[in-house]
């Protein structure tokens, strides 16, 4: 058995959508399980965080529907709406919550109307989806002439994880004028500004990356944000390797020893979702030690050094988890720990904890 393995732990989700709790205040908490529940598995996050949240944030209709196939009743936003006329009655019939963020949607749904929990998505500063706020005005007034009334507004912040504080108020004082004057709810935090900005929980808030343990921010650990880690990645060493001052290791040649020393090989690599772009000096541990890759990545392997570190050919190496934090290895790749998480392969086994 090769060994390596996606530890996912439910209970921790859950730990985290508690913390996302107490910070929501009393706002509705729709927990953001897209992307496959971020690499988490969708029913499974979905399953795990059932009870605890008051609803799931997913981006497509096929998530949404894959979710009331498995048997979630709870509300379900689609947070990138519907794509086209089959789509809008295929969320009718799933009673789901769709989010309308084009004049191309609005012009649908007159032509096609009927009920459906509508959210307007404003452009308060992002410049990706939504309505500027006069064309969000405008649309209210054709979707209730048609009958069809908006449930909430919503928007999306560009910088609440940013050291820069100055960018997220005047987008939540936008959306909140909006969503004034239409005397609708308003849902704009996620995880970042659910944590760091109080005053923009509103009415929803639809918290992501802290239901996964780790941090939205740089200089803010998830430990120290009281997260608990849901997603572990491990593999086994399978050679060691005794090497001498010169030698270098794996493709490319990028890494040269500088004194005498063991390296392991460890059994991940890209083929698994290991980032390859992954430098030399990314954190890892073994039996609970931690060392550092070295080397270039390969399909099936990674290289770690093993000088000074006690270890044998079939013992674990995390690669992140409990002693290797996600987002250390993610800064040291130059992402985000949202793409490490989704981007492992179907190659690992899965193991629910
Ligand atoms: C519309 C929307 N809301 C909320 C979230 C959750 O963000 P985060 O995972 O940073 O909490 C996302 C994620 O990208 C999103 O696209």
């Known amino acids: 058995m090769r060994g390596t393995r996606i530890e996912i732990r439910p209970g921790a989700l859950r730990n985290n959508a508690r913390r996302a709790r107490i910070l929501a205040d009393g706002a509705e908490v729709f927990a953001m399980i897209k992307a496959d529940g971020y690499g988490h598995g969708l029913t499974l996050a979905a399953d795990a965080l059932a009870g605890e949240v008051d609803g799931f944030g997913v981006a497509v209709l096929e998530?949404?529907?894959a979710l009331r196939e498995h048997g979630i009743s709870a509300p379900i936003l689609v947070a990138e709406g519907f794509f086209d006329r089959e789509e809008l009655e295929q969320a009718r019939a799933l009673s789901l919550e769709m989010v309308v963020h084009s004049p191309w949607q609005v012009a649908l749904l007159q032509d096609n109307p009927g009920p459906l929990r509508l959210w307007l998505k404003l452009n308060t500063g992002?410049?990706?989806?939504g309505l500027r706020p006069d064309i969000a005005l405008e649309a209210a007034e054709q979707l209730a002439a048609a009958s069809m009334n908006p449930v909430g507004v919503m928007s999306h912040f560009a910088c609440?994880?940013?050291?820069?504080?100055?960018?997220?108020?005047?987008?939540m004082a936008l959306a909140g004028e909006v969503a004034d004057r239409l005397g609708l709810p308003l849902s704009a935090a996620n995880s970042a500004a659910l944590i760091r900005y109080p005053h923009t929980r509103a009415q929803r808030v639809r918290p992501g990356i802290m239901l996964y343990g780790s941090s939205p921010f740089d200089w803010q650990s998830a430990a120290q944000l009281d997260l608990a880690v849901s997603h572990r990645f491990s593999a086994r060493l399978i050679a060691?390797?005794?090497?001498?001052p010169g030698d270098t290791v794996g493709y490319g040649a990028t890494w040269t020893a500088t004194r005498p020393g063991r390296i392991g090989v460890v059994a991940a690599g890209y083929g698994d979702g290991y980032p390859r772009h992954a430098p030399s000096g990314t954190p890892a541990a073994v039996n609970g030690q931690l060392t550092m890759l070295v080397g270039r990545v390969s399909m099936d392997m990674l290289?770690?050094?093993?000088?000074g570190i006690e270890a044998d050919i079939g013992d674990e190496v995390e690669l992140w988890g409990d002693h290797v934090d996600v987002d250390k290895v993610a800064r040291a790749c130059g992402t985000i720990s949202y793409e490490l998480f989704c981007q492992i392969t179907g190659r690992p086994e899965r193991v629910i904890v």
């Open 63 to 65: 998530e949404a529907r």
């Open 126 to 129: 992002m410049n990706r989806l």
């Open 160 to 171: 609440a994880d940013e050291a820069d504080e100055g960018r997220t108020d005047p987008q």
């Open 240 to 244: 060691i390797n005794e090497i001498q």
């Open 303 to 307: 290289t770690i050094d093993l000088h």
